[in-house]
């Protein structure tokens, strides 16, 4: 059955649509469509799986499809640029609509072209994997990478609605799947500990695709992500919590070049460095170290850095991450299993400890 | 004396200081200032002139300067690029800000720069030419041209405050002034016919460079600015009214070629052709006509559309502007010296007569 999760934020709140075969339910998307045009953007691969039922649904629009390649290497101002181009192309006016249909790289690009078009265009997120499902789809944050940092180019800027459909997981790989539940055992660790402990009795539903289970933790998920946005929309405070693992993982993705981790097993390696750092700080027992490393590999993620990023390499990239203030590295680390703290400075030689140590045997 | 008016714009309000050698006083600037990483963002006329003593205030901060290139052809994405490269290179932090100092397509450019970097960074205005002064510093439009359109790309963004110096416009070349003034007599032809009267009366004054004349028409441009945007920060309604002569501006900008007419000369000319078509209308007297035609000449400005845009050429490049719906022409137009209309679809036909007739014999 169909949920429906509002993201409070004043004037632009939005709904969230979370439930199987919303793709194939004929008025969903075109109820909210408030232009006459409208452009599905999609990749190379998710195109040929729903673009064909998205649009059969929208015969009565002036509607136009462009289809870009897919990979984060792709997320840059070149790509941004493809899209304006097929929007001028084709006279898109300031009362258009851009609907992301694709992976989180597909929702951050395409966010952010219609953040930026005329100022500002409508725009609607039909995310297709796990990963922005539970994570890009819900905050507004859009934006594409600049060859020296992760995701430094961009907008805050809030879809008209998400429509989430939990059948499209069927075709997602198993990597991508396990990617995204990184994510969802990160919103656990932050501020949710009974989901956590509800990941540690179902992480193997999960994996093997149980619809139900699956559901249950995208919603609780995105619920999460919605609470911590509508308290703080532009990650003046409280919002940093959601980047736990993030600067470590950034780090990774920069580091190695993006493409060959995915965003969630960078993350991944990444909360688990942070929950060594936490420890090493005295917040977090050894106990809870371990359990988070024991999910984070039944969901078939990866927990160890790789060997060519060194405490050196992770260090000068990690200096320029946008939650830094005054060139100091400021983290997010856990005083707990489901308690986040707000960004610290840490102390240099405890993270180089860590950095040097965690993972490295 | 120096004078402070304040665009009131909720949490985003800011004030905007006008007077003589603002530049000079050693803590306008860094009083506004709520980061130490500040960049400072001019062009390679205005950079020799002002640069230094801009920069020669800042010495407690971490301070870089950036040099670009002159003119609307540098106003596109490239030069945005230029301006990541240039952050990025140092290392610049989420809570840092970059200071425009030249024209409106400096201030275009690096707000929007501003706007995007880091998903938006602290932002002050230096305009340096009589019309950023009068109009791209106030209002919060920043962006860049499309190869198909002006404008076509950018974000509402505020700065923190505008310093507008009145006496770097000793240094402005005559040219820059009289564009300049076509966006002062707008502001008198869409809202405040008292002041369009005192324009009559003074424009001779203004193009002598009469210091307490100037200073008095840029404050009651602002003012008149500001006052709209506070109505109507977005865009949703009232603040159309700014475009007047900018449909048929933009067209010639774009058809022409950027560069070859300043943004104020296009303008100028575009009003009279509003004016025109306001009287075909019968909104208009041909006795109005003439006093705006006249007053646009006095100031020194084209006021007949240069002959190879053909009324088809103008057509074609209109469809495309942002005030469009659904692919139909919208106008701004004058029901009065004083009073602009909201924008407005237009007959065809009317719309190519003025096209074909106005200022072609």
Known sequence: MQQTLEVDLGERSYPIHIGPDLLEQSDLLSKHLRSSQVMVVTNVNVGPLYLDTVTRKLREFKLETLVLPDGEQTKNLETVEIIFDALMQHRFSRNSTLVALGGGVIGDIVGFAAACFQRGIHFIQIPTTLLAQVDSSVGGKTGVNHPRGKNMIGAFYQPDCVIIDTSVLRTLENRELSAGLAEVVKYGLIRDP?????????????????????????????ANKARVVSE??????????????????????????????????????????????????????????????????????????????????????????????????????????????????????????????????
Not at 314 to 342: H, Q, T
């Open 194 to 222: 009974e989901f956590f402990e509800w990941l540690e009795a179902n992480i193997e539903l999960l994996i093997q695709r149980n619809h139900d289970a699956l559901a249950f933790a995208i919603k609780r998920s995105c």
């Open 232 to 361: 703080d929309e532009r990650e003046s405070g409280l919002r940093a919590i959601l980047n736990l693992g993030h600067t470590f993982g950034h780090a990774i993705e920069t580091g190695i070049g993006y493409g060959r981790y995915l965003h969630g097993e960078a993350v991944a390696i990444g909360i688990c460095q942070a929950a060594h750092l936490s420890h090493r700080l005295g917040w977090l027992t050894r106990d809870d170290v371990d359990r988070i490393i024991d999910l984070l590999q039944r969901a078939k993620l990866p927990v160890n850095p790789p060997l060519e990023m060194t405490a050196e390499r992770f260090l000068e990239i990690m200096s320029v991450d946008k939650k830094n203030v005054d060139g100091k590295i400021r983290l997010i680390l856990l005083r707990g299993i489901g308690k986040a703290a707000l960004p610290c400075t840490v102390d240099r030689v405890q993270l180089e400890t860590t950095l040097n140590e965690y993972g490295r045997n």
